[in-house]
């Protein structure tokens, strides 16, 4: 920059500078470290969103890959057309169907989710009661499960579950009752296989709140005349709530759109829209509706959570 | 603190010296009562068969260090441990088995254990909403606590947007807010810093005196225990040692632990050779000189004991003083000046260190004495006190 520039040149030359100013005080070491997790996710979130997303808008076709491109170009007319097939979307629409099996999904991790919650809440408080010692070979036998297969483990419960299966013996023999339960093939056995398998991210983050909980306010509640009772309502769960709504949502997003669970627990009446979208993708071979399904899902479980969060955010700032 | 309050504190001290203190009144009942109380942790005895009476608005210090069952009796009294053997009884009532929620006791927190997801108002407001007191109700002596605390201002703020003093006065409202009996503090003023600690100090002096409240202080800061208290009961090893007043425990300790625990005392030892009814002589071979104190003590002749001396009571001379007993030579090791007063450390021929302090009560009264000076140290008749254990 020349020292000489005249007046009419101040203002220009100071934003000029300021810009100069900025780009000198970037931090490199700072935006690598933002930079490349925010390409990471570009490359392999956002850019297979938006082909998802593409494919959505357009029609199945007898072809490789089996839908029409967006954009034609009639060499011969010099004439380009732009295609977007809303179709799928207002089908989503019309046929209950897919209404029925999104908010089926939703009840099925809902109700999966409440009970992952209150299975998980004394785990996560014994845990974070305990002595050092003990309390990481607890942690450690919460984790355990991960070691091996999920769907060894999902394979285990039919095992118990089925018709002459363990749950099944054992009542039998202990004469509680005098015919097999039919339990496998039912949303009950696809209830159970989702709490357990979601369990130990359920019992992660509760954890991780109980254990910062100073036990002192618990005996200043009771000292200010709050029953046990009375002081885990009103000191524990609201101490607790940050764990327990990332608990919930770690288990909730992933179970809506679970697919084997529901596909070797569940029967045919099962109804999750995991499902719905392998046998769009693959029996129908119908990828622009099974594309507009996980679009519509993705909008369906996003807002909720960003709404949730913002909240958060909210309060937190308060 | 205002000016105002200062006057209001002098003269209702005056106003309860001329009145004989409850505990010293024959026949008075005690409000708490504490009998032969032990508590065991497995093999560990932390309190071990404490006896002791608390009057009505008291202020009663439980001095000692970590470890010395303060803060186990202080929770029994919460009700938060049982007693392993032993009663307690709280105003003629017998507290065994009755669950620290239905105590009419208050505990204000040594952490002061707020409630980091409510408001200050809602803090202080807590316990007034567990006994179902009406929302307008609830309202006002929450704002009226929170004035007294002059807290009035921040009832809506979050305690983790509180300085540490702030958030003391929190706990302290929210404990006062039910109007308990009896309030136990468990290290009130430890989170403070210096200077905050000695305002607050004659703050909850102040609040005890105009709520009538019976305090029960557990602290490990024995100048805390002798600003704040009526009595102290210095604790050690889960044993009350000495219940006195301030004075009597820091002039006439009963014990050398005692001596030694509260403020720095020199002690030497000796064995009696005359003992008389108005006055005890020690030869002390420590001390190199015969050592007299001008009252008697009930104790076998030629037992072995110790002579206590503050060193705030010993002077310090370059001339041979003219009394015939109680002094001693020796030779200054070290000199620290510390403003208000400077301390001396003196060797003794014997090797025995003396500690003395000499407030410097000129700009140059330091500069008399300096290392390696030949000294003489004396002290009156009535300045020691005689240990027999």
């Known amino acids: 920059m020349s020292i000489s ?16 100013k900025i780009l000198r005080g970037t931090n490199w070491g700072k935006a690598a470290v933002v930079g490349v997790p925010a390409i990471w996710l570009a490359v392999f979130f956002f850019v297979p969103f938006l082909v998802v997303f593409k494919i959505s808008l357009s029609e199945t076709a007898i072809a490789v890959p089996p ?17 977007l097939n809303l179709g799928n979307y207002l089908y989503l629409l019309e046929d209950a169907f897919y209404l029925d099996a999104y908010l089926s999904s939703i009840k099925i991790a809902g109700v999966s989710t409440f009970f992952a919650l209150i299975v998980a809440f004394p785990i996560a408080y014994l845990i974070a009661r305990s002595e050092g010692s003990r309390r990481g070979l607890l942690l450690a036998l919460v984790i355990l499960p991960f070691w091996t297969s999920f769907l060894l483990r999902v394979y285990a419960w039919m095992g118990f579950l089925k018709k002459n299966g363990i749950v099944n013996e054992f009542l039998l023999s202990i004469g509680i009752i005098d015919q097999p339960l039919i339990m496998l093939q039912t949303d009950f056995a696809v209830y159970i296989g989702i709490v357990y398998t979601y369990l130990p991210f359920m019992v992660l983050p509760l954890y991780s709140a109980l254990e910062k909980m100073d036990m002192t306010l618990l005996e200043a509640a009771e000292d200010l005349g709050c029953t046990p009772m009375k002081g885990f309502f009103l000191i524990t769960v609201p101490q607790a709530m940050p764990g327990i709504i990332a608990g919930c949502l770690l288990v909730f997003i992933p179970a809506v759109g679970e697919f084997v669970i529901p596909a070797l627990l569940g029967g045919s009446d099962t109804l999750m829209i995991g499902r719905v979208l392998w046998d769009e993708f693959f029996l129908n071979r119908d990828w622009p509706m099974a594309s507009a399904v996980a679009i519509v899902m993705l909008v369906v479980l996003v807002l909720p959570i960003m709404l949730v969060r913002n909240s958060q955010g909210k309060q937190e700032a308060i | 603190m205002t000016s105002s309050q200062v006057i209001d504190m002098q003269s209702s001290t005056v106003a309860a010296a001329k009145t004989v203190p409850s505990w010293k009144q024959d026949g008075a009942e005690p409000f708490v009562k504490i009998e032969n109380i032990t508590k065991k942790f497995g093999e560990f005895t932390a309190v071990d068969n404490v006896s002791l009476d608390i009057y009505k608005s008291e202020l009663f210090c439980l001095l000692g260090g970590s470890g010395s069952g303060k803060s186990t009796l202080l929770r029994m009294l919460a009700g938060f441990e049982a007693p392993t053997s032993g009663r307690i009884l709280i105003d003629g009532v017998d507290m065994a088995g009755i669950q620290p929620w239905k105590r009419p006791v208050n505990m204000m927190f040594q952490s002061y254990a707020l409630f980091p997801h409510l408001t200050v108002a809602d803090n202080v407001a807590f316990g007034l909403k567990r006994e179902g007191v009406s929302n307008s109700e609830a309202k006002k002596r929450t704002a009226e606590m929170l004035d007294m ?5 921040l009832g809506k703020r979050k305690p983790h947007q509180l300085s540490g003093g702030q958030r003391q006065r929190v706990a302290l409202a929210r404990s006062l807010i039910k109007r308990p009996k009896l309030l136990l503090l468990d290290e009130p003023l430890g989170a403070l810093d210096k200077k905050l600690r000695e305002e607050t100090q004659f703050e909850l002096i102040n609040i005890q005196e105009e709520l009538g409240v019976t305090f029960v202080v557990v602290t490990h800061d024995q100048e805390e225990a002798m600003t704040l208290a009526t009595r102290i009961g210095v604790m050690n090893n889960g044993v009350i040692v000495q219940t006195d007043e301030p004075h009597d425990v820091y002039e006439y300790p009963n014990s050398r632990f005692v001596a030694e625990f509260i403020g720095s005392v020199n002690l030497f030892e000796g064995q009696v050779t005359e003992d008389e009814p108005d006055f005890v002589r020690i030869a002390s071979p420590e001390a190199g000189a015969s050592l007299t104190i001008n009252h008697g003590i009930s104790c076998a002749p030629d037992q072995v004991v110790h002579v206590a001396v503050r060193p705030e009571k010993i002077h310090i001379s370059h001339e041979r003083p003219e009394q015939k007993d109680n002094y001693l030579q020796g030779e200054i090791e070290e000199i620290a000046y510390m403003g208000s007063l400077s301390v001396f450390k003196v060797r003794l021929p014997s090797g025995k260190e003396v500690r003395v302090t000499q407030p410097n009560f000129t700009r140059h009264m330091g500069e008399r004495f300096t290392w390696n000076d030949k000294v003489f140290l004396y002290w009156d008749e009535d300045s020691s006190v005689v240990l027999t254990s």
């Open chain 2, 149 to 153: 605390v002059q807290l009035g201002h």
């Open chain 1, 67 to 83: 839908y029409t491109s967006l954009l034609e170009w009639d060499v011969e007319e010099a004439y380009m057309t732009f295609k």
């Open chain 1, 5 to 20: 520039t005249g007046s009419a040149w101040v203002d220009g030359s100071s934003s000029l500078m300021k810009r100069y």
